[in-house]
């Protein structure tokens, strides 16, 4: 009779951990393209499956292209993720660090599961939100729930840019992504600024004022 109580007791827990695991969802967040002179900002929100092979999952920037493509779409496959992003016309008009903020918030909105917390790369977390958030420095480096968000907010926004710079190929966006490098603001200067530009970025703004200047 004991025994059969132990059994009953184990099964509860069991069925317990099991609906606890279904309850507490932890979504990881993170942004890309804050740095860049072109091109919206990108947030993903990811809730990673429990069963995932975490292995290769670290921090997009010290991925190589190619395996960030196959980990982008294995983490898709296994997880449950969104997107969110922020207009150029939303970084001119409220600056980059509140429209990154806008899309992580957008990101967390588009879910199809409400997450129980999001852990949020970076100083700040989103505002005016209903899940609970909590912020981590680094989080990329450190939290593998953050680290799949990156991915896949790098690779969606790389593949919107090769996208993009099949409209507008005189600035190399598919192989500079809207950074400023010196071969892009080379570009810049060589053919101009155009709507998909940050224009308050100091870059874009110096271009913008210089030729401002040149007109009689």
């Not at 900002?41 to 499956?49: D, G, P, Q, R, Y």
């Not at 480096?141 to 680290?147: D, K, L, N, P, S």
């Not at 990156?150 to 919107?160: G, N, T, W, Y």
Request: proline share 3%.
């Amino acid at each position: 009779m004991d025994r059969f109580k132990n059994g009953k007791r184990q099964n509860k827990k069991f069925k317990n951990i099991k609906l606890l695991s279904k309850i507490d969802k932890i979504a990881g967040v993170d942004e890309v393209g804050r740095g860049c002179l072109a091109g919206p900002v990108f947030s993903a929100a990811v809730i990673l499956n429990s069963n995932i092979n975490k292995k290769d999952i670290k921090d997009s920037k010290k991925i190589p292209f190619k395996k960030r493509i196959l980990l982008y779409e294995y983490i898709k496959k296994n997880s449950v993720y969104a997107i969110g992003l922020a207009s150029v016309q939303e970084i001119n008009k409220i600056n980059i660090l509140n429209a990154s903020l806008l899309s992580m918030k957008r990101a967390l909105n588009n879910l199809k599961i409400t997450p129980s917390i999001a852990y949020i790369d970076g100083l700040f977390v989103p505002k005016n939100i209903k899940i609970k958030c909590k912020n981590f420095v680094k989080g990329d480096e450190r939290i593998v729930c953050i680290a799949a968000a990156s991915i896949v907010a790098k690779v969606s926004r790389d593949l919107f840019m090769i996208d993009l710079a099949k409209k507008f190929p005189n600035y190399k966006w598919g192989k500079n992504f809207g950074y400023g490098t010196n071969d892009h603001l080379h570009r810049l200067k060589k053919y101009g600024v155009t709507k998909h530009h940050r224009k308050k970025f100091k870059p874009i703004h110096n271009i913008l004022m210089s030729k401002a200047r040149e007109t009689p």
